[in-house]
């Protein structure tokens, strides 16, 4: 059983950054190939995709709403994924979600594809 642990969520003000951080622990984790992503949610709406990395780092997605805030990247030897967001905003208040998908060629946006989740993270961005 995969167990994916994020950190590195808190409250800040709009325009300054957060790392988060997701690690995937299992007695087994020899997975041929595999994406892992973030998804959040906010108060009353439904959970959406942010960002997705295949585990070689080669093929990575995002969303129209983070492109050229958030950067999404892999360290494989650690099987952890971080979420680099800088210029924060109020609309990016949410909990966010690790996911990992496997099999895959290439990392799905939709969450139903995912096979295993962390627990949270809160972010919340003050303006």
């Known amino acids: 059983q995969v167990k994916l642990v994020e950190s590195g969520g808190g409250l800040v003000q709009a325009g300054d950054s957060l790392r988060l951080s997701c690690a995937a622990s299992?007695?087994?984790?020899?997975?041929?190939?595999?994406?892992m992503a973030w998804f959040r949610q906010a108060l009353g709406k439904d959970r959406e995709f942010v960002a997705a990395?295949?585990?070689?780092?080669?093929?990575?997605y995002y969303a129209n709403s983070v492109k050229g805030r958030f950067t999404i990247s892999m360290d494989n030897a650690k099987n952890t994924v971080f979420l680099q967001m800088n210029n924060l905003k109020p609309e990016d208040t949410a909990v966010y979600y690790c996911a990992l998908e496997e099999p895959t060629i290439a990392p799905s946006r939709v969450p139903g594809e995912y096979d295993y989740w962390g627990q949270g993270t809160q972010v919340t961005v003050s303006s």
């Open positions: 299992s007695g087994t984790f020899d997975f041929e190939d595999y994406a």
């Open positions: 990395i295949r585990y070689t780092g080669d093929i990575s």
